[in-house]
């Protein structure tokens, strides 16, 4: 799930003048914020500066500029196909997420949700994992329904996996993960849907085709005017980012995501959301899990 911009472990990073390197400017944060804010909505306190500049220095040690304020007239008055905007988006969007997150979601699809599929007659099911990163969630999603449908003859399903940041999707599309990221996964669900590196000093292992087929990863960025995909999906998981919006920019992103999601379709958001006060047609059936009335 792209999730947040920066992380408590950054604030063990050295500050720039540690680093040899100018202090940005009060003025140039306050650009830099605005143009985070207007290019992917997440808005940023005075508090993040020092994070904003550590990462701010990935973006300067590739292109070899030793000062923030330099590097900000670059990025704010001389990149005009916006290039630089799209690798400094980037590196500051910090992008966690985990097998299985949130375990009590997977466990209502299972027991609730999929259920009620099959009883209403459907045969196909239509997912979306929106700022998924590097798609753990969007495999979780696709281990849970496959091994749930296995047995339903015919039965289809897809997960679309979207995030703004070019990086993490490459991650997705190719599948691998360190080993620390496995623990979660049930043992069952490691024997039949990942695969471990034949070379032991790579750590590493990776999803089975039959569920990275199942998986479509595209660019999105959830505060655009409109999304470039059908409206007609079963499941929506948006968790842990609506709490990087202020309130105007939830109201909007909620407003294009709800369009997105059939009539009883259902909703899904982190654990410290809500949809209180957003004027949508939906019903909370479980804890963060909401259906489109």
Known sequence: MWNSLLTASDAAEL????????????????????VIRQACGIHITAKKKTLVEGRMRRRMRALDIPDP???????????PLQQELAHFIDAVTTNKTDFFREPKHFDY??????????????????????????????????????????AQGGFDFTILATDICSEVRAKGVAARYPFNMMEPIPEEFR?????????????????VPKLRAKVQFQRVNLIADSYPFERDY?????????????RATQKAVLRQLSAHLKPGGHFFLGHSETL??????????????FVRR
């Open 109 to 150: 699809l299972r027991d609730v949700f999929f259920p009620q599929v099959l009883a209403r007659g459907q045969r196909s099911l239509k997912m979306w994992s929106a700022a998924s990163s590097t798609g753990a969630e969007a495999y979780t999603l696709a281990m849970v329904a496959d091994d749930f449908f296995a």
């Open 276 to 289: 209180a006060g957003s004027s949508l047609p939906f019903e909370q059936v479980a804890s963060t899990i």
């Open 69 to 79: 304020n330099t590097y900000c007239r670059l990025l704010l008055e001389s990149d």
């Open 234 to 246: 079963d499941i929506i998981f948006l968790r842990n980012v609506l709490i990087y919006f202020d």
């Open 191 to 207: 024997r039949r849907y990942i695969m471990i590196a034949k070379d032991p000093s790579r750590q590493e292992f990776r999803i």
């Open 15 to 34: 500050t720039p003048a540690q680093n040899g390197f100018a202090p940005l400017s009060e003025r140039n944060f306050v650009r830099i914020c605005d």
